[in-house]
């Protein structure tokens, strides 16, 4: 019999990797609104991703159809044990959305619109952190109910895992910015990325060493076979992608920074994944225990798999359509 969870974990794990590429970008540019006064300037970090922000954030609702089809227990547990922060994420989105629907038409109170596309990218971001980082350190269950208290979530290792994705999304405005602006804007996105890759760097290497140390069932995962061999280049090929993004900050390449940034996230992402397999619930319920019914997975799936390449042709044709570089008095956007 195919294993069916383990083709909806796949599915699952690539959509919110997707997710945090595309969205990661566009709420960096949110992050990356103070540093940058000018209204003009503004006008152009927001154009640069104004006709496919919505289209991103896709990937958020395709990763939690999947969990509440095929994993309704885990669905069910995450979101009572992690609901305030989620709800504050949602609350931070719809911020944001707005802004971005009311600011180009707004002339007095532009600015008010500004705030709150930065407060919302940032919070967004924030509570994203929050979650992954509440989500490593484990949810106390009973018989897969969630057993623990209403605040669990809130330590100092998710808070820094908060500031942590706050730089990560930003990281990722900046190199999209590179890719997407000229002139004097690129250029102080040039001088910014590599500012921001070693900051992503450090935040990396706190995160590796505080994890095992703080979770020995972790370190037990990480040091023994056969996770040592597949975890083991994952440390050189950072020092080498976070190598590679600054020669290409020094070099002045337009796109090579934000693809060696992504690089940075995927090797960040397999980490993430090889330290929790195979729960889904961390410590406590693998992907197998939490499974739906097999003519449920089933049946799901078929939609999942007829859908899928629609939003991936979509995507990509939203990409493709505006794929040239966003300046001063463009129009088109607005």
Not at 37 to 50: F, G, I, L, W
Not at 55 to 62: I, R
Request: hydrophobic content about 55%; charged content about 10%.
């Amino acid at each position: 019999m195919i294993d069916l969870s383990f083709i909806w974990i796949v599915i699952i794990a690539v959509g919110v990797l997707i997710y945090v590429v595309l969205d990661g970008f566009d709420l960096g540019i949110g992050i990356l609104f103070p540093f940058f006064k000018a209204q003009q300037e503004r006008d152009v970090m927001m154009n640069t991703v104004a006709p496919i922000w919505d289209g991103n954030e896709t990937w958020m609702v395709l990763g939690g159809a999947g969990l509440f089809a095929a994993f309704p227990l885990v669905y069910s547990t995450v979101l009572s044990a992690l609901y305030l922060p989620i709800i504050l994420m949602v609350i931070a989105l719809i911020f944001r959305g707005v802004a971005f629907e009311f600011r180009f038409k707004s002339r007095r109170n532009r600015h008010l619109w500004d705030m709150a596309f930065i407060g919302g990218s940032i919070l967004t971001g924030f509570f994203q952190g929050i979650i992954l980082g509440a989500y490593i350190q484990g949810i106390k269950t009973a018989n897969g109910v969630y057993a623990g208290g209403g605040l669990d979530w809130l330590t100092p290792f998710s808070v820094f895992t908060g500031i942590s994705v706050i730089v990560l999304y930003a990281t990722l405005g900046c190199g999209w910015l590179i890719f997407k602006t000229d002139a004097d804007l690129q250029n102080r996105m040039y001088q910014l990325m590599p500012k921001m890759i070693i900051a992503l760097f450090i935040i990396f290497g706190c995160v590796s060493i505080y994890t095992p140390l703080a979770h020995p069932e972790i370190a037990e995962r990480w040091f023994s076979q056969p996770q040592l061999t597949y975890f083991s280049p994952v440390p050189i090929l950072v020092l080498v992608f976070t190598f590679l993004a600054l020669r290409a900050c020094k070099q002045r390449k337009e796109l090579s920074p934000f693809m060696y940034t992504l690089a940075l996230v995927v090797l960040a992402y397999t980490g993430f994944l090889i330290s929790l397999w195979p729960y889904i619930i961390p410590r406590s319920v693998t992907i197998w225990d939490a499974a739906a019914p097999h003519s449920s997975q089933l049946f799901t799936l078929i939609g999942a798999l007829l859908l899928i390449p629609i939003i991936l042709i979509y995507t990509g044709l939203s990409y493709w359509v505006f794929r040239d570089k966003v300046r001063i008095g463009d129009k088109g956007y607005h």
